[in-house]
């Protein structure tokens, strides 16, 4: 059983940052892809960026694209999304996700995804 655990959410003005943490407890993510994903009220769940299991490569949402930085410490079980200029429409829950797959490549589906962490509330004020 693997249970991802994300932290590192918050409070935080307009076009300011923050890192968010990824930690698996359980068996280990090292093999698998991990991404992260963002639900906000009323709204789908919504893919945020993906990075593949050795950290060689990473994915993101055009909404993303160059403020957001997915990468890993395999070492500590742990995957981080360090997110920079932050807006008010990135409020959200976010949340990361395990790849079923081993050894895989990257994937912007939630579908491909099977454990999943209780989420972290990031809050954007303007």
């Known amino acids: 059983q693997v249970q991802p655990v994300e932290s590192g959410g918050g409070l935080v003005q307009d076009g300011g940052s923050l890192r968010l943490s990824c930690a698996a407890s359980?068996?280990?993510?090292?093999?698998?892809?991990v991404g992260w994903f963002r639900q906000a009220p009323g709204k789908e769940r919504e893919f945020v960026a993906a990075i593949n299991w050795s950290g060689a490569n990473t994915y993101y949402s055009d909404s993303v694209k160059g403020r957001f930085t997915i990468s890993r410490d395999n070492a500590k079980n742990t995957v981080y999304l360090q997110m920079n200029n932050l807006e008010p429409a990135d409020t959200a829950v976010y949340y990361c996700a395990r790849d079923r797959n081993v050894y895989s490549g990257i994937h912007s589906d939630p579908f491909e995804y099977d454990y999943w962490g209780q989420g972290t509330q990031v809050t954007v004020s303007s």
């Open positions: 359980g068996r280990t993510f090292s093999v698998h892809a």
